[in-house]
T-cell receptor, first 112, second 115 residues
Framework: GENVEQHPSTLSVQEGDSAVIKCTYS??????FPWYKQELGKRPQLIIDIRSNVGEKKDQRIAVTLNKTAKHFSLHITETQPEDSAVYFCAALNTGFQKLVFGTGTRLLVSP | EAGVVQSPRYKIIEKKQPVAFWCNPI?????LYWYLQNLGQGPELLIR????????DSQLPKDRFSAERLKGVDSTLKIQPAELGDSAVYLC?????????????FGPGTRLLVL
């Protein structure tokens, strides 16, 4: 089955800096890669996603890149703000197994 | 549009007691998921329903866990008897359409503590 690894587990940045979170997946059949943001005690919320027919997608300060050959994808947050502080999860969907597999999460702390 | 609703939000029980969680998905969403989230970990799928049919329950510990979605709308997840290791957050999610290929929208979860 699919295995998703996520790094780093924690990330501390100063307000205004950029943050990058990286994930790798094992099954080349995976073709949908969402990113979720989870604030303490709250529900995971989709912030951006990308499908395997696209190499990059951007939404304001957030971008995701996908390298199918290397089987890794990354989340980029520019001009970070304190309200970006949360746990971020990547995930990969293997459409054969129809199962979304999550990474272990990255705790992002943005200091003012 | 109302989001996925779950209740209760918190539950504290003693081990060996039964417990049940309820989920109402986003209106019109055919697929419903139950996930387990341990502290510091990502969600792990327990069961996926397409309408009222459980199409993937391979990760559901069937000796103590059961689930139902009788009318293809809301769903209940039950644990009987609960064990200490069941303490976790139980998340429900839903997605439109079928096949598990679409964006999943999560509920706020039920935080279970087994003493």
């Amino acid at each position: 089955g699919e295995n998703v690894e996520q790094h780093p587990s924690t990330l501390s940045v100063q307000e205004g800096d950029s943050a990058v979170i990286k994930c790798t997946y094992s099954d080349s059949a995976s073709n949908y890669f969402p990113w979720y943001k989870q604030e303490l005690g709250k529900r995971p919320q989709l912030i951006i996603d990308i499908r395997s027919n696209v190499g990059e997608k951007k939404d304001q300060r957030i971008a995701v890149t996908l390298n199918k050959t290397a089987k890794h994808f990354s989340l980029h947050i520019t001009e970070t703000q304190p309200e970006d502080s949360a746990v971020y999860f990547c995930a990969a969907l293997n459409t054969g197994f129809q199962k979304l597999v999550f990474g272990t999460g990255t705790r992002l702390l943005v200091s003012p | 549009e109302a989001g996925v609703v779950q209740s209760p939000r918190y539950k504290i029980i003693e081990k060996k007691q039964p417990v049940a969680f309820w989920c109402n998905p986003i209106s019109g969403h055919n697929t419903l998921y139950w996930y387990l989230q341990n502290l510091g970990q990502g969600p792990e799928l327990l069961i996926r329903y397409e309408n009222e049919e459980a199409v993937d329950d391979s990760q559901l510990p069937k000796d103590r866990f059961s689930a139902e979605r009788l009318k293809g709308v809301d769903s209940t997840l039950k644990i009987q008897p609960a064990e200490l290791g069941d303490s976790a957050v139980y998340l429900c999610a839903s997605s439109p359409g079928l096949g598990g290929k679409e964006t999943q929208y999560f509920g706020p979860g039920t935080r279970l503590l087994v003493l």
